[in-house]
């Protein structure tokens, strides 16, 4: 089936640095793909909405200079937290939409540690 | 109040008991979403939903659209249905292929006891 693969799944990086998470869809095409955020013991809230080819779309109260979002081919798009700090620690989801069935898939997820 | 509630919030049973997780929403929707959390995060999509019923395995989801309320339903428990199950309503028409915007329950934490 379709799947959408996360990668890394793990990242620990300094406080300052920034970091990079892809999600790709593996065997199908998504126009669209979102990205959430999950704090322990809380349901996934939505950041930002990625188009292909087109500027995201993000959430009130997310920093699109913080979380920069590229989708630059229909199976890719990329997550950037810029000049991380602790407090970005969090899990990251994305999802992708198939743009022929309209199917949401999920990816695994990937958990930033940022000391 | 949220507008999309589930109950219960943690539910254990025994392996082989029948499971069923309830989610109810105040929002007009099209379509209704199941997802499966692993331990590890990971997300799996169960169902899709907009009207009636879907059964996959030992899952049944369905749907009353009019009283705006969704079961899910596991047969013959097991421990590795452990997870914790939510709910997601979207507002878009599926055929749109919109840019929907997912509001999801809060999750019930199913333990299965072997």
């Known amino acids: 089936g379709a799947v959408v693969s996360q990668h890394p799944s793990r990242v620990i990086c300094k406080s300052g640095t920034s970091v990079k998470i892809e999600c790709r869809s593996l065997d199908f095409q998504a126009t669209t793909m979102f990205w959430y955020r999950q704090f322990p013991k809380q349901s996934l809230m939505l950041m930002a909405t990625s188009n292909e080819g087109s500027k995201a779309t993000y959430e009130q109260g997310v920093e699109k200079d913080k979380f920069l979002i590229n989708h630059a081919s229909l199976t890719l798009s990329t997550l950037t937290v810029t000049s991380a700090h602790p407090e970005d620690s969090s899990f990251y989801i994305c999802?992708?939409?198939?743009?022929?069935?309209?199917?949401?898939?999920f990816g695994e997820g990937s958990r930033l540690t940022v000391l | 109040k949220n507008e999309v509630e589930q109950s219960p919030q943690n539910l254990t049973a025994q392996e082989g008991e029948f499971i069923t997780i309830n989610c109810s929403y105040s929002?007009?929707?099209?379509?209704l979403h199941w997802l499966q959390q692993h331990p590890g995060g990971g997300i799996v999509s169960l169902f899709m939903l907009s009207s009636g019923k879907k059964k996959h395995g030992r899952l049944i989801a369905t749907i009353n659209i009019q009283e705006k309320h969704s079961s899910l339903h596991i047969t013959a428990s097991h421990p590795r249905d452990s997870a914790v199950y939510i709910c997601?309503?979207?507002?878009?028409?599926?055929?749109?292929?919109?840019?929907?915007?997912?509001?999801f329950g809060t999750g019930t934490r199913l333990t299965i006891i072997p």
């Open positions: 929002v007009g929707i099209s379509a």
């Open positions: 999802s992708a939409r198939d743009s022929t069935s309209g199917e949401l898939f």
């Open positions: 997601a309503v979207g507002p878009h028409l599926i055929s749109n292929f919109g840019n929907e915007k997912l509001t």
